[in-house]
């Protein structure tokens, strides 16, 4: 049988999430639409399925969802599927083929991009191609001469109306409680790519968190970018009613089912400012986990000013404070190499650690990637000296940090090299040659 449409989704394991989420949303709309579920690193793999997908499928749509870092691997994998099935239409979508529409079209060789959030514009890309072998709907983003016409959809998706993973495969993994953040820190994709806050009501997040224990899951954890928001109008002012209502329904049907509540852990965290006694206090008694994670950044208020954080380190001690006294440990990430901070900052940021260590507190250190899309996609990350690395080593020679800090310096070095060569484009060329219109 020739099926009219098939769609092959190519991921890579960090955002395997997000790929089940798209998964889902589009399988529970398209009941009978073959989809390939097929992982980044198995080049073989993906050619091979995807030219198969070409014999017996009219229209072959090819999905890849990817991030900055992957970006070389997925330039060849393109070229690959270009030389051996050239009938497939490419889309890329995540932050960074939004944040990088320009790059992702010109020199990645995408034919269009998912601008934004992925599961109304996926969906539509299907119809729309299958019917009449358009592509370019609401949401999308092509190239028309030398111009890349961004149509940018007003509606965010209503995470209600889809189902977070495609359960029905046997995928479950943690949930998605809340999209978007009105924080909008100048070096996170979040804001830029997903909009103000939203959240899945508590009965569907319920409803799904049984799901998962009955398909074998027994620790429930949670998405979003910050968890004690939840429920809140701008996503950081704790609405204690809702917080309630979400943690003491998960806790009874966990109970009651032999599941287990992981909140305000990865693959989440927790904002500083979001944490006050009552919410501490519900977060200690539903929630099965004893170590949380917030997101303080840098110890100098200058540089949490520099970084739109909009709170300050006193606001990250009293935190740190509030979470100790509920019997948490936490872990605090930080980020260095900002090209902005000084000595004087390093140091300020060196003296919150070791005033913070005996509180049960452990560092997850990272080094600043420009990434596209963000306000500060065109700085260049400063490498720490020899001898502030030495200084942080100590702290994880004690086991007081941890992180993948020297990997993500690497990172932003291969970042720098891509811009040079002109495979990333900054801002400023995205907007010099964009047309966006709102749909
Ligand atoms: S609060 Fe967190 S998720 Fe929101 S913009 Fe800042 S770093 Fe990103």
Known sequence: MINDVCLAIVYDKDNRYSANALIAAVESRNPGLHVARIPLYKSFDVIQQIIDLNKYCKRVIVGFSFMTPQILVVRELVRLVKLYAPNSLLVAGGPHASGDPLGTLTKLGFDVVVYGEGEDTINDIIKSYSDSGEYRVCGTAYLDGDKVYIRRRTKPVDLD??????????????????????????????????????????????????????????????????????????????????????????????SENGGRIFFGTFPSEIRPDSV????????????????????????????????????????????????????????????????FEDENDFEETLAFMKRMEDKNVRYHLHTFIPLPGTPFSDLEAKPLSPEKKALLAKFIGRGKAYGYWMEQERISAMIRWLKQNRVIYSLNDNLKRSKISVC
């Open 161 to 254: 109306s889809y189902p977070p993973f495609p359960y029905w495969r046997g995928a479950v993994n943690p949930i998605e409680i809340m999209r978007g953040c009105s924080s909008a820190c100048f070096f996170c994709q979040v804001t830029y790519t997903f909009g103000r806050p939203r959240y899945r009501s508590v009965e569907t997040v319920v409803k799904y968190a049984r799901i998962s224990i009955e398909k074998g899951l027994r620790d429930l954890r949670f998405i979003a970018p910050n968890s004690l928001g939840y429920g809140s109008p701008d996503g950081v002012k704790p609405n204690h009613e809702m917080l309630y209502s979400l943690l003491s329904k998960l806790h009874t049907m966990a």
């Open 276 to 339: 006050d006694t009552e919410s501490a206090d519900m977060l200690r008694r539903f929630a099965d986990n004893r170590r949380v994670i917030i997101g303080a950044q840098s110890g100098s208020n200058k540089v949490l000013k520099m970084i739109h954080r909009g709170h300050s380190i006193e606001d990250v001690e009293n935190a740190i404070n509030i979470l100790s006294e509920e019997g948490f440990a936490i872990d605090v990430d930080l980020i260095f190499g900002f090209p």
